[in-house]
């Protein structure tokens, strides 16, 4: 899902129950909570990276992009 921010920047929005590493607690990457609910994330683009954290992961501590995911994901706890 595509939004503009307020500086005309497209982004790329994910809700709570999306199994991608953007929503996931164990993504490093940046990303924000766009809702008074805590139901959506956005991030830049769905190919913004951050490093995978998971030791459970086959991906640990290797860079992965936000619309990428893994069967070792955990909810990222800002979201409900």
């Not at 921010?5 to 497209?10: C, E, N, P, V, Y």
């Not at 164990?26 to 190919?47: A, T």
């Not at 913004?48 to 501590?61: D, E, V």
């Amino acid at each position: 899902w595509t939004t503009i921010d307020s500086g005309g920047m497209f982004m790329y929005q994910y809700t709570c129950d999306s199994k991608y590493c953007a929503t996931c607690s164990c993504w490093s990457g940046e990303r924000k909570i766009c809702d008074h609910f805590g139901s959506r994330l956005e991030v830049s683009s769905p190919m913004a990276t951050g490093k995978c954290m998971n030791r459970k992961s086959g991906y640990f501590q290797q860079t992965k992009q936000a619309n990428g995911g893994c069967s070792a994901h955990e909810k990222w706890g800002a979201l409900r």
